[in-house]
């Protein structure tokens, strides 16, 4: 129902379509998971698809702050030995260092993604911000063509290599790695708590 520019989200009669509920649906089937077939690839046309929905998130002073790599074939690897090589010179077992070097390889589709540094930390906070929504849209697009996801951080966000690898800037603060896949399996259910929600003052609209 539209009043003014108020669009009023209701339960749905019987027999009418719910307008939130598709997207309700993708929303909660979306789950981080890394149960995919690692050789099984994908798209590269899907890919950049899922990135230009992304790059729709909202952003302050419109900064358009994301920056994208899509680390694909034998880059997964180089970068598993990038970041192994990190290890290496901080003298950690051999094994660490090995599961390092494979890590990447468990999805044929990692995408790197950073943020640009704004004017001031202001600005450079809500660059960080934008990179973020532009990840969740990413992941649900992801979900809405049948991709598992996988949003992870860790080492890798600090690692000069990492930067180096992907041609970011020293400036630039690394957001996340993404791995995409089609899946082999499910991951297991999770019980999410109801989020906290006040509402605060009395509506003054009538249904
Ligand atoms: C900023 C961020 C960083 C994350 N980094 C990791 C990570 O390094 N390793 C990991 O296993 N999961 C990581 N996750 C995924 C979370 O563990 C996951 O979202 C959480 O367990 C809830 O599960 P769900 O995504 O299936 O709802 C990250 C999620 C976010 C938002």
Known sequence: MIVGSTVLIMTAPAGSVDPLSSFEAIASQRRSSLRVDPD????????DRLIAVSATAPNHRRTFPWRFR??????????????????????????????????????????AVAAIAGEDATMTAENRDAVSAAIQTLLLGATA??????????????????REFCGFDAT???????YLGWPNGDPPPIDRPAPESLRIGASTQTP
């Open 145 to 162: 063509a049948g991709l598992a996801s996988y949003w992870s951080t860790g080492a890798a966000m600090t690692s000069v290599r990492f």
């Open 40 to 47: 099984h690839s994908v798209p590269d046309e899907l890919v």
């Open 70 to 111: 899509i680390i694909i074939g034998n880059g997964r690897a180089e970068l598993g030995d990038a970041l192994a090589q990190d290890l290496v010179d901080a003298n950690q077992p051999e094994a660490k260092v090995e599961k390092a070097r494979s890590k990447y390889l468990r999805a044929p589709v990692v995408i």
């Open 172 to 178: 630039d603060t690394t957001v996340g790695l993404v």
